[in-house]
């Protein structure tokens, strides 16, 4: 009776330990493989060490910026997205009303205005640069 009592507690354990490991694993990009890239002029190549960090090897500039784009896209489009909203006074669009107090204190600032006119004033081959990636 005991012995199954705790092959029971065992086995749920386990349970709960590979359902933990699936949800934190699920998220993590993949970096091995190959995967087409629309725009791209010539081959390129990304290798990521064992922490994850990659490096970017492209035969042109712009072919760099369109895979580092896609990176932090892959990796951390809803840090940005939120860091944008959030520098913009936007945050309440997400969260609702929790966050329309901190937006009206954010659109002080006029962030996106300041930044809409620097990237107005950027010379053509860094407007260029920014479009690719």
Known sequence: M???I????LLLISTVFVAVYSLFTASLPVVDGQIHLPGLSAGAKVF??????????AQNRDDAF???GYLHARDRLFQMELMRRKSAG????LFGNSALALD????VYQFSRTAKQIVA???DSQKQALQTY
Do not use: H, M, V, W
Not at 6 to 9: A, E, K, N, W
């Open 2 to 4: 005991i012995r199954k």
């Open 6 to 9: 705790l092959l029971s507690i």
């Open 48 to 57: 990521s060490d064992e922490f994850g960090n990659p490096t970017i090897t």
């Open 66 to 68: 369109r895979i580092l």
């Open 90 to 93: 936007r945050l309440a669009e």
């Open 104 to 107: 009206r204190k954010q659109r």
């Open 121 to 123: 004033d950027l010379p």
